[in-house]
């Protein structure tokens, strides 16, 4: 069974400050992966997707970047956190990004900008 | 354009009593739908889907959804509610691109 683990669980942290979220998969070799943002109480917002090592495709960026360093891991990350960065961050994951594909969701991050 | 609408952002019901949670879309091909719930402070967890076929389809924990292409609604159903229900439901449409198109989401309240 496929298991999905995001890193960490919450954070409080300074506006200003960098930032740097995880999301690894294991039981499942070349997912597609993909970032989503929740405001408290909001919809989701999808930020970014991947479907191959190395290769990521923006959907809306927020100021925010990702990457994928290796098959299983999707990291999400910026240089300076602003107020709006708040809120839940969610990382999921796919089959094979077909028509018929089902995402899948993490646990979640909760990041706190003061 | 490609939309979901979910017209209730938030229900009320009695444990015990039926449940429906609304979802219209918009979409000019065969929509791919799914339906979502959050609890508290957790991750998403797919309730149900559908593509094609029968337009009644199960999902876990005794959830059920009719897709109606003559509405353009996938409309979320339960029998019975229990208060281990009280989430947030979310509606979803495949689109382009990898991308999943979200309605605003249902939070749903169970008195007891």
């Known amino acids: 069974a496929q298991t999905i683990h995001q890193w960490p669980v919450a ?13 690894t998969i294991k039981g499942k070799s070349s997912p597609n992966l993909y970032w989503y943002w929740q405001a408290t109480g909001g ?11 190395g290769q990521v495709e923006s959907v809306v960026q927020l100021n925010l970047s990702a990457s994928r360093p290796k098959d299983d891991q999707f990291i999400l990350s910026t240089e300076k956190l602003l107020l709006s960065h708040s809120g839940f961050y969610l990382c999921a994951w796919s089959p094979t990004g077909g028509y018929q594909d089902t995402q899948y969701f993490g646990p979640g991050t909760r990041l706190l900008v003061l | 354009a490609q939309s979901v609408t979910q017209p209730d952002a938030r229900v009320t019901v009695s444990e015990g009593a039926s449940l429906q949670l609304r979802c219209k ?36 924990n005794s959830f059920e959804a009719e897709f109606s292409k003559s509405n353009s609604s996938f409309h979320l159903q339960k029998a019975s509610v ?12 495949k689109g382009s691109n990898y991308q999943l198109i979200w309605g605003s989401g249902t939070k749903l309240i169970i008195k007891p």
């Open chain 1, 11 to 23: 954070e409080i942290k300074a506006v200003g400050s960098p930032l740097s979220l995880g999301c």
């Open chain 1, 43 to 53: 919809t989701l917002q999808q930020l970014f997707y991947s479907i191959t090592v």
């Open chain 2, 25 to 60: 879309y918009s979409y000019s091909a065969t929509p791919y739908l799914f339906w979502y719930v959050q609890y508290p402070r957790q991750g998403l967890q797919l309730l149900l889907k559908y593509y094609s076929g029968d337009p009644v389809v199960q999902g876990v």
């Open chain 2, 82 to 93: 229990h208060w281990s229900d009280s989430a947030v439901y979310f509606c979803a449409l």
